[in-house]
């Protein structure tokens, strides 16, 4: 009788196909892209006239026969690449994995894997953030950026490695007829979650040293 109640319960230890059904993968990255996209737009258009003041380039002209003065030959006229990359990384990662999260915390059984997927709503939250920081050059974006971005690779290499070795032993167990240990299912976001936070970190962190003079720019000015 125990035995047939538990077959016939529901089953979580399902192919990563059914994941991404249950939790309407497809749909909420479509939206997500959408919405990340228009957000992006909208505020990397609104903070290029913070970007137009940052030199882009230097020139010395001779004003005697020993002497030479430096001077802005041009200025950006929008905020670099790596650093609208980034940004649109950030949109991304939060408009993707915040319904995610929500929607595998709510769906999937409650198990000790799952317990990051907490905190990581508020990893989710600070990227949003920075996007905004970043984009209309913020005295505090450089400061904000750097610390996500490092707590995030902190958290997450630990993260990834652990939820591996959790999914193996887990399905290892299941072969040995340990049904519904715990759920597989549930693994599967916090892998995808961790690698996509290391990835986002990593370009995070080269954005900053490519163009973090630029980014401080009129902070150091204005001092």
């Known amino acids: 009788m125990t035995a047939d109640v538990e077959l016939s319960g529901p089953r979580f230890d399902e192919s990563l196909g059914s994941v991404a059904r249950g939790l309407h993968l497809t749909e909420i990255v479509v939206a997500a892209l959408v919405a990340a996209s228009l957000l992006f ?18 020139g010395e002209a001779a004003s005697g026969p020993y002497r030479a003065s430096a001077f802005v030959a041009e200025h950006l006229d929008r905020a670099p690449l790596l650093v609208r990359a980034a940004s649109f990384g950030c949109l991304v990662f939060a408009h993707v994995f915040a319904p995610l999260l929500v929607l595998a915390l709510v769906s999937f059984p409650f198990d000790g894997i799952a317990i990051p997927l907490a905190p990581g709503i508020v990893l989710v939250l600070v990227n949003w953030g920075c996007a905004w920081l970043l984009l209309g050059r913020s005295p505090h ?23 591996a070795s959790h999914f193996v032993v887990v399905e290892l167990g299941r072969r040995d007829g340990i049904a519904h240990a715990c759920s597989s299912s549930v693994t599967f976001v916090v ?7 290391v990835v986002q970190a990593l370009v995070t962190v080269a954005a900053l040293r490519a163009h973090g003079e630029s980014l401080g720019w009129r902070a150091a000015a204005q001092a």
């Open 41 to 58: 737009l909208w505020l990397e258009r609104r903070g290029r006239q913070r970007w137009t003041v940052v030199p882009a380039a230097h």
């Open 141 to 163: 974006a450089v400061a904000a950026a750097r610390t996500g971005a490092k707590a995030s690779l902190v958290a997450n290499v630990g993260l990834l490695l652990l939820a």
């Open 191 to 197: 892998i995808v979650f961790a690698i996509a936070s």
